[in-house]
């Protein structure tokens, strides 16, 4: 059976619906969260539904690179297979703070500690592939909100800016990133052979707590604009989708809207920008992990 891992968000919106549906198929599902006390919660509404539901709540600050780190470890000790990876918490339109390693948040918890936690776990997958025969699968949730970026996609020299700082471009560029990372990391196991495929996503508008800074705000647009908003369940069924569907075998390195592939901006598109991204994460995981 495979393996679901749910970081983050596992414990209530999208996360929480994703990790219903996997449990469902019969799925060992492991729920990361910063909020351990809530993603039990969690837990124990599942089990009300799906008795037989197998579930672990392990603690995952993105945030934090030491977490990110902390969390990959314990997994390790569960010595459960990983089929599949869904990385689907994140934050959204907050105002200019830093990490716990000095990074702007959005782009470290959006982006940084997704990068390091899926590179973290690939021998995992891999390994698990390899030994069942299953394709595994990772699956990014981004956003249609990559579209709207600073100028060049990612500011490279910039991340930590405070000046030029906006909410909403950050966010995008936090999104963008998502995509990019997915990208790059599709190009590299189709390089190496590996059984595993990695695809991006946009689950669609939902009013979630993502939108907690600009909750009022969002409550007026949804009432202006209803029509084209999701519900919860709506809104996890691409990412269920793209992580279990059959008739996705082998295909990688694709952006999904309404579980269908979508193409995203050029920049997403973008190898060279791609490679770039890369090396700026491994430069900052590598610097924060020294200091």
Sequence with gaps: MATGRVRGGGACGI????????????????????????????????????????INVLRLDLASLKSVRQFV???????????????????????????QDDIELQFATNHLG???????????????????????????????????TYRGGIRFDEINDKPSYNDKRAYGQSKLANILHCNELSRRLKAEGANIT??????????????????KLMKVLYLLSYIIWKNVAQGAATSCYVALHPSLKGVTGKYFL???????????RDENLGKKLWDLSNKLVSSAQTN
């Design 198 to 215: 990695v695809n991006s996503v946009h689950p669609g508008l939902i009013l979630t707590n993502l939108f907690q800074h600009h909750a």
């Design 258 to 268: 309404d579980c269908n592939e979508f193409p995203p901006t050029q920049q997403a």
């Design 73 to 99: 470890s314990d997994f390790t000790a569960l010595n459960l297979p990983l089929n599949i990876l869904i990385n689907n918490a994140g934050i959204m339109f907050c105002p200019y703070q830093l990490s």
């Design 114 to 148: 997704h990068f390091l936690l899926t590179n973290l776990l690939l021998d995992k997958m891999k390994h698990t592939a390899e030994t069942s025969g299953i394709e595994g699968r990772i699956v990014n949730l981004s956003s249609v909100a990559h579209q709207h």
């Design 15 to 54: 996360g929480l619906e994703t990790s219903k549906t996997l449990a469902l198929r019969g799925a060992h599902v492991v729920i990361a969260a910063r909020n351990t006390a809530a993603a039990s919660e969690a837990k124990l509404q599942i089990l009300k539904e799906i008795p037989y539901a197998r």
